[in-house]
């Protein structure tokens, strides 16, 4: 994208209101603004607060009352807002246990469950605002999570998939397998994965997550942006679910992850930290997207099977490559 001529990269900082409309003022004419700037890990949003509110809650108010002081108001407005919001709307048992199907949509109550997620509420009530108060095109989308080789590396799925291609690697290192790991004749640290070829042992570090029983509803991150600019063709501004209707735990996703490196039991290769587990958690996460497909004509492409094959796929042949 860079080398794109009509790409401009332009310096400056979400928290800092003089920054934002300092580069507004020089965009005053664009047709379409997407905010996706935000500290977006949950779990650090616990150990900075501070920072993730004004990344994430704040930065959305500079963006707007920028364009509110600027004359903006024709220029459509994209937040990103997250299905986060939701929290602990939905108890795991109650979900799966009820005899009827539970989903997030567009008028369940928001519960958050985290400084991030209280900060995506504040971002998505002011776009609200704008759009009932200014009259503003300004739409959010209630994003779901989504994921792909591009992910960040230390969300779960990107987590896990990094890690099996670090180890399929590691397994390819030329070293034959012994069978009968057994063998050994020392006590074996728990927290590692032994071969042993000859009178060599070789060790690597087990995959160290958290809790394994949440539920979230994974989509690709490709087909979600579509549906975020899908939004601002729209006559008129809204708020949107986006997700794929339905929803794993990350059990789930191991096991579809492993398998497709030929690995069916993969209870020796993750040990469970506390060090992963959140102060509170987001239990069950079932995206309805009724609205989306009815009034933008916006389908996910790919399924979860699919989506996980994909960053396997992709992890597997970066590692390969590089000369780790
Ligand atoms: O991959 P995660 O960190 O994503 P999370 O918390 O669902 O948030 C993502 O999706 C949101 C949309 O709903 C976005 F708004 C947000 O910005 C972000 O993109 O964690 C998913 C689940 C959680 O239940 C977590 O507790 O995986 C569980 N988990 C278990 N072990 C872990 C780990 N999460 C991480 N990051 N790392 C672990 O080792």
Redesign the pocket.
């Known amino acids: 994208i860079l080398n794109n001529e009509n790409f401009n990269l332009a310096q400056g900082d979400i928290t800092d209101a003089f920054s934002v409309s300092r580069i507004l003022k020089e965009y005053v004419h664009v047709d379409e603004i997407y905010n996706l700037a ?1 500290q ?4 650090v949003s616990f150990k900075q607060p501070a920072l993730t509110w004004d990344i994430t809650g704040k930065g959305c108010l500079n963006i707007l009352q920028s364009m509110i002081d600027l004359d903006m108001l024709s220029v459509r407005f994209y937040q ?1 807002s ?3 919001m939701y929290g602990k709307n939905f108890d795991t048992r109650d979900s799966l246990l009820s005899n009827v199907e539970r989903y997030q949509d567009e008028e369940t109550k928001f519960l958050p469950q ?1 400084p ?2 209280i900060a ?1 509420c504040a971002a998505h009530y002011m776009t609200r605002l704008v759009r009932e108060g200014y009259g503003m095109h300004a739409s959010a989308g209630i ?5 792909g080789p591009r992910r960040g590396e ?6 896990i998939t990094k890690w099996i291609g670090e180890y399929c690697k590691w397994k390819q290192k030329g070293i034959r397998l012994t069978p009968g790991v057994h063998d050994i004749d020392f006590t074996p640290n728990p927290d590692l994965i032994y071969r042993v070829a000859h009178d060599e042992v070789k060790t690597f570090p087990k995959l ?5 029983e ?1 539920y ?2 994974w989509g690709y991150a490709g087909d979600y942006v579509e549906a975020m600019w899908m939004m601002l063709q729209q006559e008129s501004p809204d708020d949107y679910v986006i997700c794929t209707g339905k929803t794993h735990t ?1 059990r789930e996703f191991l096991g579809v992850a492993f398998s497709h490196v030929g690995i069916k039991d993969w209870s020796n290769c993750v040990v469970q ?1 506390p060090e ?3 102060p509170a ?3 069950y ?1 079932r995206g309805c997207n009724d609205k989306a497909v009815d009034k933008l004509g916006w389908t996910p492409k790919h399924s979860f099977e699919e989506l996980v094959r994909m960053m396997v796929d992709h992890d597997v042949k970066k590692h390969r490559n590089d000369n780790i």
């Not at 230390?154 to 987590?159: G, H, I, P, Q």
Request: proline residues 0%; charged residues 30%.
């Open positions: 935000a977006s890990h949950v779990a990103a997250s299905s986060e985290s991030y997620a995506k994003l779901f999570n989504h994921e230390t969300f779960v799925t990107r987590k160290r997550l958290g809790n394994l949440a979230r509803d990350i930290d992963f587990y959140r958690e987001v239990d996460l």
